[in-house]
C-alpha cells in the first residue's frame, strides 16, 4: 500500500471537528512522493504556496529551504513540543504552522511555513517528509557505522593498515591529505538532541562517528584546534553541556590517524573545554590496547603488597607510587612521606620481600613503573 493511499480523505482534529482533504490537495502529495530530495520537495512546497517552507532540524539549524514569494526570519528557535502541526506566532512575524517529522519515533525535524495550510495537509507533508528523512538517516547510519568499524579497525592489530586504508577510502577519504581525530563526550552520554542532529548531517562538515558515548571527528587540514573549538561551539548550540574535546595531531596515513585517536581519547579525558593533546609516550601507547590481561598482570604483581597495606597498614604501595614520582631518590622520598630514609629502605626490602621487586634493579623498576601506570589508568 502506498502513503498516498494509505492516507485517509477525512482526518479529525483533536477538537473532534473533521475536515476533508481535496483532491487536489492528494494531487500535491502524489507530486510530492515523486521527488526524489528533501530540495525538491521544499522548492515545490515553496512555489505552490507562495512562501517559504522551511525544514530544521531539532536545534533549529536549517536542513532545506524551498523558497516562495514571502521569505522567513532565517533562525528561529529549537522544535516546540506538541502537536505534530500547530501554530505560532511571534511579534512583528507572521503566524507560522510547525510540523514535526519523526522516524522510528524519534523527533528529528520540523518544518514551518507562513502560508495558510489546511493541518491535514500539512500533516500529510510530514509524512512525506519523514519517508525522505529515514532513507537519508539509513544513509547516514551506514556511513556512521562503517567508520566506526575502521577507526575499531586500529586498534586491532588483526586488521592491516591498507585493509583499514581501504575502508577510508571507500568513505570518500583520502589517506595521503592530513586527518586530526577531535573526541567529545559530554556528562551523561551523548544527549539525544545532539544523537538526532548527526543523524542529519555532518557537525561542521567533518567525518563523524559514535564509539563508546564519545563523537569522534575526523577533520582535514592542519589547523585541528580551531576546528575542534568549532565542533564544540556547534555541539554546545544543539545541547549546553560541558563537552569535554580532545583534539589529536594531524597527519597521513593511517598510522599517523591511530596516533591522532588515541591523543584525542586521551585528550578529552582531561575535563571540560577543548585540549590539545600531548605526543603518545610508549607507555600511553601500551594503555591505549589495555585488555583484560593486562591489568591482571598489574594486579598480580603488586597484589601481596596490596595485602599487606590493607592488613597490617604497611603503606607500601604509597612508598612505590612516592620512589617512582621522585625518581626513586631516598632524600626527596623521605621528605615527601615525611619519615626517616632508613624507613623508606626498610620499606624497600619489605617490598622485595613480598614480591620479589628489586628496586635497584632497572628491569624491576620498570615493571613497577608499566604496573603502576596500569592501575592509576583504571582508577581514572
Not at 533562525?75 to 516546540?80: I, M, T, V, W
Not at 575502508?167 to 559530554?186: E, I, T
Not at 619519615?339 to 632497572?362: F, P, W
Request: with cysteine; hydrophobic share 45%.
Amino acid at each position: 500500500m502506498s502513503l498516498l493511499t494509505d492516507m485517509p480523505r477525512r482526518v479529525v482534529r483533536g477538537s473532534g471537528a473533521s475536515t476533508s482533504v481535496r483532491d487536489d490537495d492528494l494531487s500535491l502529495i502524489d507530486m510530492l512522493l515523486g521527488l526524489p530530495t528533501l530540495d525538491d520537495i521544499l522548492r515545490t512546497l515553496g512555489q505552490r504556496w507562495r512562501t517559504d517552507v522551511v525544514l530544521r532540524a531539532v536545534d533549529g539549524t536549517v536542513i532545506s529551504i524551498g523558497r516562495g514569494v514571502r521569505a522567513l526570519v532565517a533562525d528561529r528557535g529549537p522544535a516546540p513540543s506538541g502537536p505534530a502541526a500547530h501554530m505560532t506566532a511571534t511579534a512583528g512575524t507572521p503566524a507560522l504552522q510547525r510540523a514535526d517529522v519523526f522516524v522510528d519515533g524519534d523527533l528529528l525535524a520540523y518544518a514551518e511555513t507562513a502560508a495558510v495550510v489546511d493541518g491535514a495537509l500539512l500533516r500529510m507533508v510530514s509524512r512525506v517528509l519523514a519517508t525522505v528523512l529515514a532513507r537519508a538517516v539509513d544513509r547516514r547510519v551506514d556511513r556512521r557505522e562503517r567508520l566506526a568499524d575502521a577507526l575499531r579497525a586500529l586498534d586491532d592489530r588483526a586488521t592491516v593498515d591498507r585493509d583499514i586504508c581501504t575502508q577510508l577510502r571507500l568513505l570518500g577519504m583520502n589517506g595521503d591529505d592530513p586527518v586530526a581525530v577531535v573526541v567529545a563526550c559530554a556528562p551523561g552520554g551523548i544527549p539525544v538532541r545532539v544523537r538526532s542532529a548527526c543523524l542529519l548531517r555532518e557537525i561542521c562538515g567533518a567525518f563523524d562517528t559514535e564509539i563508546d558515548e564519545h563523537l569522534v571527528f575526523l577533520v582535514p587540514g592542519a589547523d585541528p584546534v580551531a576546528a575542534g573549538k568549532r565542533i564544540r561551539d556547534a555541539l554546545r548550540r544543539i545541547a549546553p553541556v560541558a563537552w569535554a574535546v580532545g583534539v589529536g595531531a594531524p597527519g597521513a596515513g593511517v598510522a599517523s590517524l591511530r596516533n591522532s585517536f588515541a591523543e584525542g581519547r586521551r585528550a578529552a579525558q582531561r575535563g571540560a573545554g577543548v585540549h590539545i593533546a600531548e605526543p603518545i609516550s610508549l607507555i600511553d601507547a601500551l594503555l591505549s590496547t589495555r585488555g583484560a590481561a593486562l591489568v591482571d598482570s598489574a594486579d598480580h604483581l603488586l597484589a601481596s603488597l596490596v595485602r599487606s597495606d590493607r592488613e597490617r597498614g604497611t603503606e607500601l604501595v604509597t612508598t612505590l607510587r612516592a620512589l617512582l614520582d621522585e625518581d626513586f631518590s631516598l632524600v626527596r622520598t623521605a621528605a615527601r612521606l615525611i619519615v626517616h630514609q632508613n624507613t623508606v629502605k626498610y620499606r624497600m626490602a619489605q617490598i622485595r620481600e613480598l614480591s620479589g621487586l628489586d628496586l635497584s634493579c632497572t628491569a624491576d623498576r620498570a615493571q613497577v613503573w608499566i604496573a603502576m601506570s596500569i592501575l592509576a589508568d583504571v582508577e581514572a
